[in-house]
């Protein structure tokens, strides 16, 4: 099966990060009445039904070697523990709201379909499709294990647990998976959510590959929720909570796609998308930022350059405020002296000309985990959205900055640091770039300009994410940044700015 197109993933699709309550005045009364009401009483009812499940999902593995322990369970404590706590757990989501469910559609049996994927995922609350899967094996993380009666069902379900942390746990992880998925019935049906993180529901993001690893055939399964379910409190103080879940016909891997898990996966991912009336996108999670994925690069939905040139503004500065602080800040990169290009918060408020300190703390904060910022990031980032450089001058500098031996020419190493400054965001797979723009292993500045002007992956990157849209909009009231550099009146008319050479 080919691979189809995906759509574009920019801003004139939803924001699946974003979650928005909206709630009328009449919503918003009848939400504290009733959650003054139903809230406390239904959180006492369910926390009393998970304290019950407890002692009974630690009993099932109780007593048993670890050799016994890594083998599914049998006899008595799978005929007569598993529909007791199958019970309790359905009457813990009965107590919250979850009054009856919709199922459309007919769940594969295992070896139709070793492993369901469920989609969208947009809170913990969506564990309630277990019910209808007959508490079907899952992934979890590690630290869920340490949590009260949680860690007692995970033990109970015989989860595959991982430590997102260790390299190692993740492919102990991926080896127990594929090990379970391709056993033959032996093991359980398994339970995913591929997108691996919540959303709020409004597009499909990428799917990560764990699932189709095995090249096994899996059965996608849709939640429908048609009344709200934005969070505990609203979702608690509503008289009932309507869940449809929706099981889609078994889909069977092609040859290629057992070949390609990510292949597999996009596909699914479409399929799943279509039938929800939904964008796929290739929107994932890194370090907990939203990014698209594209030509390898990891291009943030949030740009941290359009979020400083708004900070910029709320603190005063006008058009030529922030480009005589670039000035300074590109002459302290070039001043050539050791540790110039690394500022601390106080010395980044100094550079921009910032009266609020906590300002420049949040900027640091747009690119670094700590007060310590690479200007070169910020300097390139922003003055790519402030159009106050063509590209081709803005790229002519960044390449000066990063080619640290002065030999014309970059490493991949300096590919991947001068990519992550254009963008603002770290970048860890510049692989396919380093190789479309070197030859015999030189990558030079005419190259990777051109590739970036010309490419039609990279060509995208640089026309959507390192070109100003409006980028002055964000500094002076009825003034605006063209996507040639030039500075546009409310009236329309043109002045030039300067050229970063």
Excluded at 227 to 234: D, F, I, P, R, Y
Excluded at 425 to 439: G, K, R, V
Excluded at 459 to 487: I, W
């Amino acid at each position: 099966m080919e691979k189809h197109d995906c759509h574009s993933a920019t801003h004139e699709y939803p924001h699946p990060f974003i979650h928005k309550v909206k709630l009328t005045r009449a919503q918003r009364i009848r939400g504290i009445i009733l959650g003054s009401i139903l809230f406390p009483l239904r959180v006492i009812v369910a926390a009393l039904f998970f304290l019950i499940s407890w002692p009974l999902a630690r009993l099932r593995l109780a007593g048993l070697p670890e050799e016994d322990r890594s083998r599914p369970v049998k006899g008595w404590r799978l005929w007569l523990l598993h529909p007791i706590v199958w019970l309790l757990t359905r009457a813990v989501f009965f107590s919250l709201g979850f009054l009856w469910l919709k199922v459309k559609g007919r769940r594969a049996d295992l070896k139709e379909a070793p492993v369901l994927v469920v989609a969208p995922h947009s809170g913990f609350l969506d564990i309630v499709v277990l019910f209808p899967a007959q508490l079907a094996t899952v992934v979890s993380r590690s630290e869920n294990t340490s949590l009260p009666v949680i860690g007692a069902l995970l033990e109970f379900n015989q989860s595959v647990i991982v430590s997102r942390k260790d390299p190692e746990s993740r492919k102990k992880a991926v080896a127990q998976l594929t090990e379970r998925l391709t056993s033959g019935g032996y093991w359980p049906q398994m339970l995913m959510f591929p997108e691996g993180t919540t959303t709020n529901g409004s597009a499909l993001i990428k799917f990560k590959p764990g699932a189709f690893l095995a090249g096994v055939p899996v059965q996608p399964v849709l939640l429908r929720y048609p009344n709200e379910v934005e969070a505990l409190w609203h979702t608690t103080s509503q008289f009932y909570t309507n869940l449809t879940v929706e099981f889609l016909p078994v889909y069977k891997p092609s040859q290629e796609e057992k070949n390609d898990p990510n292949l597999y996966a996009d596909n699914v991912q479409k399929l799943m998308a279509k039938a929800l009336g939904i964008p796929a996108t290739d929107y994932v999670m890194e370090g907990r930022v939203p990014v698209n994925k594209l030509g390898g690069l990891s291009l943030p939905l949030d740009s941290p350059a359009r979020e400083t040139l708004s900070l910029l503004h709320k603190d005063g500065l006008g058009v030529h405020e922030v480009e005589a602080a670039l000035d300074r800040m590109i002459d302290r990169c070039q001043s050539g002296a050791q540790g110039t290009v690394q500022a601390s918060a106080e010395e980044l408020a100094s550079l921009l000309g910032l009266t609020d300190k906590q300002t420049a703390a949040r900027i640091c904060g747009l690119y670094s985990k700590d007060e310590i910022v690479d200007l070169r990031q910020v300097y390139l980032s922003v003055a790519a959205l402030s159009g106050f450089a063509s590209f081709k001058s803005l790229l002519h500098t960044a390449f000066t900055l990063f080619d640290k031996e002065g030999k014309g020419s970059l490493s991949a190493e300096e590919l991947s640091d001068l990519m992550g400054a254009l963008l603002g965001f770290p970048q860890h797979h510049t692989a396919e770039l380093y190789t479309q723009a070197s030859s015999q292993g030189q990558l030079t500045e005419e190259r990777l300009l051109r590739v970036l002007t010309t490419h039609p992956t990279y060509q995208r990157v640089a026309n959507e994410y390192m070109q100003p849209k409006e980028a002055g909009s964000l500094l002076a009231s009825g003034k605006a940044v063209n996507n040639n550099g030039n500075m546009q009146n409310s009236n329309g008319s043109f002045h030039y700015k300067k050229k970063v050479e």
